[in-house]
């Protein structure tokens, strides 16, 4: 089953430089597992409780295991002063999991 992930962030704007690393070491790692970001918004306006953090972005893995590679990964744990440097905000979360169309195509009929 494909798992959607989400993650809440607000870039730093006096650090683009870590932002850029930060990016260009994560994209390939998403690739390597097949995962591919599928969404991404601005967040506007929080109407109720502690301001929001400025970006939602969907990222869609296969699988639950594609996920805890690219976050137990050597080259992930070793972003963690760059993450710290290019992000105010950084949160992520497991969203769902939802069948694959393949998954779907090869039920039978009800």
């Known amino acids: 089953m494909s798992v959607?992930?989400?993650?809440?962030?607000?870039?730093?704007?006096?650090?683009?430089?870590?932002?850029?690393?930060?990016?260009?070491?994560?994209?390939?790692?998403?690739?390597?597992?097949?995962?591919?970001?599928?969404?991404?918004?601005?967040?506007?306006?929080?109407?109720?409780?502690?301001a929001l953090p400025d970006v939602v972005t969907i990222v869609r893995y296969p699988d639950r295991a594609a996920v805890d590679r690219v976050f137990e990964s050597t080259e992930y744990h070793a972003l963690r002063s760059i993450r710290?440097?290019?992000?105010?905000?950084?949160?992520?979360?497991?969203?769902?999991?939802q069948p694959s169309q393949t998954e779907l195509n090869s039920q039978p009929p009800a």
Not at 36 to 41: L, M, S, T, V
């Open 4 to 50: 959607l992930v989400f993650a809440l962030t607000t870039p730093n704007p006096n650090d683009i430089e870590a932002l850029n690393i930060y990016i260009g070491t994560t994209k390939p790692l998403l690739e390597e597992v097949g995962a591919e970001i599928i969404q991404g918004f601005e967040i506007s306006q929080t109407i109720v409780g502690e």
């Open 84 to 97: 710290e440097r290019a992000f105010l905000k950084y949160q992520i979360g497991l969203v769902l999991e």
